[in-house]
């Protein structure tokens, strides 16, 4: 069974702190791992993509990837009330044939940053 | 740069009737893909396209067709519309180069069968 598996939350935190939202996955053979935002009513935009063990910074964002451990993280620094969405958790399907770029989604966790 | 457009942005429909839901994307990308989103259920994929003239079944294809006959376009069929097809739909796309397996959605339809 493919899957990535989030804790839906709400995950609630104050501005200012620093949000940790959690992904894992079932299949050792995902590559490709990518976080998405999505705002309530509004359709999800690509954050930031990781491919390899270890941290990748992009501005307040920090993507972890743990493949031993089959878990990817999304770290949100100094937590803006703007950032209060939901985030999807998304791996390249490694068991597709072909070259079709399907993605395997998880549910999303909810957001909340409080002023 | 539009990105991907989709029309309509809502519409109400009644039990059998048909529409058709328009994407369009002006990026040169391949790799096209119709979503729908239910609450709590997140994204499931209904078809896609690697290319003009190729389409396939995703997990959820049933009471929908596709077509791709140019680059750009992707229009999602509706036929004989249920009331479990009441539902938000994205259309997404994304690019050839490798390892630049991001998406670009669109803004989506909404969708009610009443």
């Known amino acids: 069974q493919k899957e990535v598996e989030q804790n839906s939350g709400p995950l609630s935190v104050p501005e200012g702190a620093i949000a940790s939202l959690n992904c894992t996955y079932s299949?050792?053979?995902?590559?490709?791992f990518f976080w998405y935002r999505q705002y309530s009513g509004k359709s999800p935009e690509l954050i930031m993509s990781i491919y390899s063990n270890g941290d990748k910074e992009d501005g307040r964002f920090t993507a972890q990837l743990n493949k031993a451990s089959q878990y990817v993280s999304l770290l949100i620094r100094d937590s803006q009330p703007s950032d209060s969405a939901t985030y999807l958790c998304a791996s390249k399907d490694p068991r597709e044939a072909g070259n079709n770029r399907k993605l395997i989604w998880g549910l999303g966790t909810s957001l909340a940053v409080n002023p | 740069n539009a990105g991907v457009t989709q029309t309509p942005k809502f519409r109400i429909l009644k039990i059998g009737q048909s529409m058709t839901l328009q994407c369009t994307q002006d990026m040169n990308h391949n790799y096209m893909y119709w979503y729908r989103q239910d609450p709590g259920m997140g994204l499931k994929l209904i078809y896609y396209s690697v290319g003009a003239g190729i389409t396939d079944k995703g997990e959820v294809p049933n009471g929908y067709n596709v077509s791709r006959s140019t680059t750009e376009d992707f229009p999602l069929r509706l036929e004989l519309a249920a009331p479990s097809q009441t539902s938000v739909y994205f259309c997404?796309?994304?690019?050839?180069?490798?390892?630049?397996?991001?998406?670009?959605f669109g803004s989506g339809t909404r969708l009610t069968v009443v």
């Open positions: 299949d050792r053979g995902s590559q490709s």
């Open positions: 997404a796309s994304s690019s050839g180069q490798s390892k630049d397996y991001g998406y670009t």
